[in-house]
């Protein structure tokens, strides 16, 4: 089994910050990647931003320049530094991680989500 907990979330101004965090814990080998998407009021779940095993990155178009994925020197953190925030960034955002867990199976655990506003 593998969890993942977020935290971080909250109501923020247009033009503001916000830095979720998400921790993952079990029987892990292996984190292959860890990712951060959302789903917004109405909208699909969609790919925020990913960090793979070597630390290459990935960014959704929409938030390019302004979001930054990075992880903890344990490297079973992820972190989500979200600035020039907006209100259609306003959504639930969710954690997900690819996992060999130490008995070699493969999982792709999600996290609870946590909600981020956006608004004056």
């Known amino acids: 089994q593998v969890q993942l907990v977020e935290s971080g979330g909250g109501l923020v101004q247009p033009g503001g910050s916000l830095r979720l965090s998400c921790a993952a814990s079990g029987s892990i080998l292996r984190i292959n990647s860890m990712a951060w998407y959302r789903q917004g009021p109405g909208k699909q779940r969609e790919l925020v931003a990913l960090i793979m095993f070597d630390g290459t990155t990935n960014y959704a178009d929409s938030v390019k320049g302004r979001f930054t994925i990075s992880r903890g020197n344990a490297k079973n953190t992820v972190y989500l530094q979200m600035n020039s925030l907006k209100p259609e960034d306003t959504a639930v955002y969710y954690c997900?991680?690819?996992?060999?867990?130490?008995?070699?199976?493969?999982?792709?655990?999600w996290g609870q989500g946590t909600l981020v506003t956006v608004s004056s």
């Open positions: 997900n991680a690819a996992v060999t867990t130490d008995s070699y199976n493969y999982l792709e655990p």
